[in-house]
């Protein structure tokens, strides 16, 4: 396994379990890539292929609503709130009417100044203890996860009769892939004043911001610039994404900024998990799943694993 993200340490988990010998390589420790600093809901987000995006989406929330009742797994379910345009409320897309409980939300659950909201359970996966808690059962399972950069595919093939290429980003050069473009993401962190609820303004959709709280903190988001590469954060748009969700939720007007969190991304036109023969081994790949990936972690994971053992 090449890439130790969410993608990646997902199916290696799933892989290890399923009692394939596996090892993770990754250049970044697991707990610093940009998966870990994600806010991290399962939000429906369509994705090409649109089938996949929706019966991995689907498989990823029934694991995650089972992981919600394991202690230390990082997950829960909380209630979402997500601000519409009226005329939006008719014409849901697939992946939206996965979500659980949904309905209409009430006048009285929205912020003054909206017309119309959804309304639904949904997990939220707190990526600091949910990453151990990966790491903690692919251990469990025989895996294990080295430091290594790796300068190409045919390296890994070397160590490995199948290597899966879950190496995000890098996927440009490693596979190589010219169809890998970056997507800048930022959040800005505060300390949590007592939210609890997941909210999501989408009225605007060039701007849309997001609040989500985990126990000691909150991430409040909405950044999404393809294309970009710097990595380092953006103050003004920090300050747009603080106002506007201070504005939806005033408890955030006095809670303390501890830091600001980027990460980037990997895009691609369409998600790809297909396996390549190679003259040396077997290559499955899974990347490009850009800021899905922990939707489709668990079915995209089980996509990997299926390829792998049909092959193997």
Avoid: K
Wanted: aromatic share 4%.
């Amino acid at each position: 396994m090449v890439g130790a993200g969410v993608i990646g340490l997902t199916a290696a988990v799933v892989l290890a379990t399923a009692g394939v010998r596996t090892e993770v390589w990754s250049a970044e420790d697991p707990d610093d890539t940009p998966s870990a600093r994600a806010g991290a809901v399962w939000t429906p987000v369509p994705q090409a292929p649109l089938d996949a995006s929706l019966a991995w989406a689907a498989r990823s929330l029934h694991e995650f609503c089972g992981a919600s009742r394991v202690p230390g797994s990082g997950v829960r379910l909380a209630e979402g709130l997500t601000l519409v345009e009226p005329v939006s409320a008719v014409r849901l897309p697939p992946l939206t009417r996965l979500s659980p409980d949904l309905r209409d939300a009430a006048p009285g659950d929205l912020p003054p100044g909206f017309g119309a909201g959804l309304r639904y359970r949904v997990p939220v996966i707190d990526m600091a203890r949910y990453v151990p808690w990966l790491l903690r059962r692919l251990g469990e399972a025989g895996g294990r996860v080295r430091r290594r950069q790796v300068a190409g595919l045919g390296e890994a093939l070397a160590a490995a009769p199948v290597v899966v290429n879950a190496s995000g980003l890098g996927a440009r050069e490693l596979t190589p892939d010219p169809t890998v473009r970056p997507v800048f993401t930022q959040y800005v962190v505060t300390d949590n004043p007592g939210l609890d609820r997941v909210v999501v303004d989408t009225t605007d959709p060039r701007r849309w911001v997001s609040i989500v709280p985990h126990a000691d903190r909150v991430h409040l988001g909405g950044v999404r610039i393809t294309g970009r590469d710097d990595d380092r954060p953006d103050r003004e748009l920090a300050s747009d994404v603080l106002r506007r969700c201070r504005d939806l939720e005033p408890a955030l007007l006095d809670a303390r900024i501890t830091r600001i969190d980027t990460g980037l991304l990997p895009s691609r036109p369409t998600m790809r998990v297909e396996a390549e023969l190679r003259p040396d081994g077997l290559v499955v790949h899974s990347y490009g799943h850009a800021g899905g990936g922990v939707t489709v972690s668990w079915g995209a994971a089980h996509a990997v694993a299926a390829l792998v053992t049909d092959r193997a």
